[in-house]
C-alpha cells in the first residue's frame, strides 16, 4: 500500500504555518431542527466540532442521530436554528462544489445521464474541467470503483451497490477541498468496500483533502478517519472525539481492537431504548 | 503540493446530560411572518393586476371594447345584488359539476384499462391523440344527435374536455411510479382495481392533481363556449349564456363582469379545494414541497 | 385615406359586395378620384366579432344585419358614432319548420325548440320579437327566446332536414331554406317581409364616424363602387351567380345559386329598405335606448340621396 | 406449531468455469412478435374504430350531421388531391406551431420566475388559477385590440391556450423532483436557468412531456375554433375556415374530412414527435415504464 | 436471548416427516436477464439451490452480481429466461404476500402512509389481519425496532435507517412463509443491527419462517443464515453451499473466526478485475 502508514502520520509535528493551525470547518453550537405540520423535530442539539485541512474526520452514531443532516449542513443545504458552521472563517450561506457530498440515498444520480455522464457532468458543471478532460477523468475513476464496463449504462440499470461506487466515483474525479460522505460504502461487499478505502486513502495521500466520513462501521471509521467523533443517539449530541490516525489499512492488532471497544463503550454504553421487557417471555 | 499534514489535537469524553429544556422558538420578524401568509402575498398579487387592468382601460378609453376595473366591478356588485348572476353561476357550477364527474370518472376507467393491458394501453395512446385535438364543435352535431339540446350534450363536450388531458396526466403519474413501489404494493398480493386504487392512485397524485386542475380550467371554458349554443334551452341559461347575450348586445362590463365571476370562482376553487387537497396529500407526505 | 379593409359573412346576402371585389370596382372608383386604393377582403363569422373588429380599429367597414348595426349605432352614440354606410339588398328570413302541427307563430309550443343563430339578440331573434310582440303584445316580446337555440344555420338545417332532433323549426336565411324547402316535410311558417310588411333589408355595411370623416375619398369610391355592384348585379343576374361562385370558391350548384339570385323576392340594392322599423319597435321594446327620427339618423349622409326607408 | 428444523445437508464448493457461450436467444413466436409491434396493434384500434363509424354512420343515416367513413375518406382524399388540404393545413399548422412555441416559451419563463422566487410562485398560481378557466372568446376582443385581426391574435389565443397547462404541468413536475437530486444538482455549484435547465427539466421531463401533449392539443382546438370566427382575411384561411366554409355549404363529409386531417396529423405527431421524445428520454432513463 | 443457541440446532437430526424433506423453494438452473435497448445483460447464469423449510438461506456475492435479481425473481416479479422457480413444487408465477420483500432502496414505502400504517397496510391488504389488529401488530413491531415514537411520521421524515428499520418491521409483522431480505441491515449502526438480528432470530424460534437473505456481511451471514450460497462475481453463478447453522448470536471463537476466513476465501480467491495497473505508481 501506498506511503502513507501509520508511522508517517504519527511522526507529524505542527510545523505548518500559523494559517495552517485555525480549522478549515467549524461546527460551532450547532442545533439542527426539522419542521413538520404536526411538530418539531429536532435532529442534532448543540453539536460543536472542528475539522482541520486534510482530516479525516468520521462522525459515528446511532441510526437517526442527525449524522445525515448535519452532513447536508455543512453542504449548506440546511441552515442551523442555532450556532453556525465556518468555513475557513466565513459562514457557509449554501452548497458550493466546494463541499462535494455523496449522499446516502442511492437516487443521488440524475436518472437521465449515463454512468459516465454522471461522473463527469458535475466537473464540467461546475468549471472543474473541460468537457473532453472530464470524460477522461470520468473514464479513469469509473476504472478505480470498476465500472469502467457499465459506462454507458444508466443509473437505473445498476445495482444498488454500483450506484453508490458511481456516486463515490463522481466524488473523486472533483477532489474537492471538502468531500463529505455518508455511509458511501454500505452497500458494499467486503472486497469492494475493502478496494474502496483503498482508493479514498490513496487519494488522499495525493491530494490531501479534507474529509467528513459517515459510517456505521467502527473498524472502517478507525481505518479511514484520522479523528472520530461519536455522537449521542437522537437528537445528536457531542458525546468524545478520538484521535484515529494511527490506524491505517493493515491495522489489525491489539491496539486497533482496543480502540473498536473503545468506540463501541462508546457509543452504545448508554442504550437508546431498554430492550421491551417481553422480549424475554417469547420463546418458542 | 507537498503532504499536508492535519494537527494531532487531544481527545475528549464527555457525558451527555440529560437534554436541556428546548429553547423558545425565536419569534421571526413581523415583516417576516406577514410575508409568509400566501393570502396576503397573492391578495397583493390580484392588487397589483386590478391597478394594472384599471390603467390600461382607462389609457386604451374603449369601454365597449375593454371597460376599467371599477366598472367591471360595479356591474359585478349589480349582477350579484339582483340575484341574477348568483342564479346563472348556480345554473353553470350545477353541469359544470356533473360533466366534470363524468369525465374524472371517465379518465379513470380509460388509465385502469390502460395500466393493466397492452390493448387498453394502446387505446389510451390512439383515442386520446385523435380526440384530444378535435374543438368541441366538432363533437356538436353529435352531441346533437344523441343527447338533444338539454344537459346531456353540455355535460358530453364538458367530458370531452375533461378526459383526455386527466387521462394523458394520470397516466404519464402512473408510469413514472418508482419501480420498488410497484413492487411493494403488488407484493401484498395487490392486483386490478384495488392496485390502482391503493398503489398507483396514490403513488401519482401530483401528476393527477395536476390533470384536475387543468380539466377543471378546460371544463369552465368548454361550458362557456358552449352554453353559448345548449345554454339557453327552456330558458336556463348559465354565465355562458349571460355573457353571450350581453356581448351581442354590447354591455362589455357585464361581459367582463361574467368573466370575473368565473375568475373568483377559480381562484376560490384554487385556493380552498385544490390547495387543501394538495396540503393534505402530496405536501404532507413529502412528495411535493 | 387610400386604404381599407372589408369584412363580410358568409352567404349570399353579401352579393353586392362579391361583385365589388371580383371587379375591382373600389380601386376603380378610387382611380377615377386619382387615387390607388388599398382593398383589404376579411370574412368573419358572427355580428358579435365584426363589432368588435370595428370597435378595436381592425376594421373599417363591416357588414351584419340590420339590427347588431342599431345596437351598435345606439351603444356608441356621442362616442365612435358607427353608422351604416349602404343597405346590402333586401333579403327575406323564413321561419320553417318540420313540425307539421306549426302553421302559425300561435301554434309553436314549449316542446319545438327554434333555431336562430344567435339566441335573443340576432337578426332572426328581433325580427322575431318583433312579430311576437305583435301577437301576443309588447310584454311578452321574449316569449320565444326561451325556446330558441343558438344554433348556426348550417347546423339547423342539417338538424331540420335530417329531423329527429329537438330543433325542428329555423328561422332561415339564403340558400339554407331553399335547401332545407327541397325537403318535402319542411314547410315554410312566415317570411320577415311578413313581419316587416315588405320587402326589407337583410344585411347593412357599417363604419366609424371616424373612418368616415378622415377618408372622405376612399368612403366615396367605396360607396359608389357598391351602387354600380348593385346594377351589374340586376343587369346580369346569370354572370353575378357566377362571380360569386368564383369569389366565395362556393361549391353550390351553379343552378341554385341562379335560382336564388334570380328570385324576384331578392332585391339586391344599395338602398334600405324599412329598417326604421327595426329602429322604431326596438326602441319601444327597450332595447335601444335612442330614438331615431328616421333611416337617415342612422345611415351616413351619403346615403341620404338614395332612396329608403 | 411444534419448533420445526431444517434438515441439514451436505456442502459443496464448485470451481466456476469460464462462462459458456451464450444461447442463441429463442425466437419468439411470430404471432407474439406481430403482436409487439404498436403500429400493428394501433392500425388495428384504427381499424376498430373506422368500422364502427361507418357501421354507426349507416345506422343513422343522416349523413347532413353524420357522413360515413367512407364518405369522409373519400373527400378527404379529393382535398388532398388538389391540394386545397394541403394548402390549408399548412397555413393552419405555420400559425399553429408559432403559437405554440411562444406559449412553451412563455410557460418555461413563468415556471422558471416560479421556482427561483416566492413571489414568482403566488404569480404563477394566481395567474393560472385566474386565466385558465377564461375561454379565448373572452381574449378575443383584447387580442383585436393589441394584435389586430390576423396571425397577432391567432398567436395571442394560442398562446392562451398552451401556456397556463403547460405551466401547470411543468411545475408539478418541478415540484416532485426528489430532493436528493435537488441537492446533487445544487452540490455542482448549479443555480438559476442552469439549475433549471440541467437538473429541474430532465428531472421533470415526463409531466412536461405530458403538459406538451395537452398544450399540443389544446392549440389545435383554439386554432380551429378561433379561425372560425377571425376567418380569412386575405383569403388565407387554415383548416378551421374550410371546415367552416364547407358547412356553411352543408358538405358536411369536407367538414368531416377538415377534422380527419386534424385527427391524421394529431396521430402523425403524437407517434412521431412525442413517442420518440418519449423514447429518446424518459424512458430511456427508466423514468418512465 | 432466547432457547435457540448453537446446540439446539446442532442436535436436530432428520426426524422430519417425508413431506418435510422436499424443499419449500427450489431454484433451479435460472438464469436471469435485463433487457435493454442496447444490450442483454445476464444477471445470474443457471443458478440453483435449495431451500428447506424453516432454513434460513444467505446469499452472499460481490456488488452487482445479481443478488437483488435473484430475490426479485423469488418475489415473482422477474421471470428467468432460463430454468425454473419452485415454490411447494409449483412453479413461481407472480407476487404475492406469501413471499414477502425487504428491498434495497430506500423508497418502497409508500410515502403517503405514516409508519404505523406502512406497516399495517401489508396486513390489511393481504387479508392476513383486520383492520385492528393490524394496527396493533404494527404498533408491536414498531416498538420492536424502536420506532414506536416516529408511529405518526411520514416516511420521508425518517433518516435511512428508520426507513429500513420501518420495512423490516413491516415484514416482520406479516409472518410471511417466506421471508425474501435484500442487505435489511445495512444502513444500521451496530447496535441497532445486533438488536434487529436478535428480533429476527427470536421471531424465527417462534414462528419457523423461511428466510432468504441477502448480505454483504460475512460476520452477519454466519450469525443468520443456518445455509449460505455464495456466488460468484457478475454474472452470478453458485460458487458454494456452506452450513452455517452451528453459530449464533453469541459466536465469537475460533472456529467461527475460521468459518469467516473460509467464507471470505470462497468469495473473493478470484477477484472481480484486477486492481488497475497504475494504483502503484499513484503515491505523493
Ligand atoms: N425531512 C425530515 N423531516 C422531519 N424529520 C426528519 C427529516 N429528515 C430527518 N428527520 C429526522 O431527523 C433525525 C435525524 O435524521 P438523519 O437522517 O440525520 O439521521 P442519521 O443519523 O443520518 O440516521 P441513519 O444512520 O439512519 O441514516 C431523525 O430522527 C429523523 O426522524
Ligand atoms: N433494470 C436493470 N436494467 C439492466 N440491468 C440491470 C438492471 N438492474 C440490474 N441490472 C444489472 O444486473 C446485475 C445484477 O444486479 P443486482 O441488482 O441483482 O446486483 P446485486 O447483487 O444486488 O448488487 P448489490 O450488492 O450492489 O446490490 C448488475 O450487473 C446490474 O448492472
Ligand atoms: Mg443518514
Ligand atoms: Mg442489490
Redesign the pocket.
Known sequence: MPSRGAETVATVTPLHPPREAAPLLEVDGVSLE?R?PDRL?R?THQVSFEVHRAERFVLL?A????????LKAIGGFLSPVEGEIRLDGRPVRGPGPDRLVVF?EFDQLPPWKTVRDNVAFPLVASGTAARREARERAAHWLDKVGLARFADAYPHQLSGGMKQRVAIARALAMQPRVLLMD?PFAALDALTRRRMQEELLALWDEVRFTLVF?T?GIEEALVVGSRIGVLSP?P?RMRAEINSHEFGLASEGAAFQAAIRRVHGLLFDQAIEPVPADAARRTA | MSALNPPIRPEYEIAVAALPERAAARPLPWRTRLWQQPGLRRGLILVLLALAWEVLARWQANDLLLPTFLQTARALGEGLASGELVEKARISLLVLLQGYLAGVLAAFVLTALAVSSQVGRDLLATLTAMFNPLPAIALLPLALLWFGLGRGSLVFVLVHSVLWPLALNTYAGFQGVPETLRMAGRNYGLRGLRYVLQILVPAALPAIVSGLKIGWAFAWRTLIAAELVFGASSGKGGLGWYIFQNRNELFTDRVFAGLALVIVIGLAVEGVVFQTLERVTVRRW?MQR | EGRISIAQQFGIGYLILDVVQDQKLIEKHGRAQGLDIQVEWSQISGATAMNEALLAGSLDVVSAGVPPMLTLWDRTRGRQNVKAVAALGSLPNYLITNNPKVRTLKDLGEKDRIAVPAAGTGFQSRTLQIETARVFGRDDFKRFDTISVSLPHPEATAALVAGGSEINTHFSSAPFYYQALENPRVHKVLSSYDILGGPATFNVLYTTQKFHDENPKTYKAFYAALLEAAQVIRADRQKAADVFIRVQKSRLSRELVRRIIEDPENDFTASPHRTFVYADELHKLGVLKNRAGSWKDYFFEEAHAQPGS
Do not use: I
Open positions: 426539522y413538520t423535530v435532529a452514531g441510526s437517526g442521530c442527525g449524522k445525515s443532516t448535519l446516502q455511509e459517515v456505521h437522537h445528536g | 413529502g
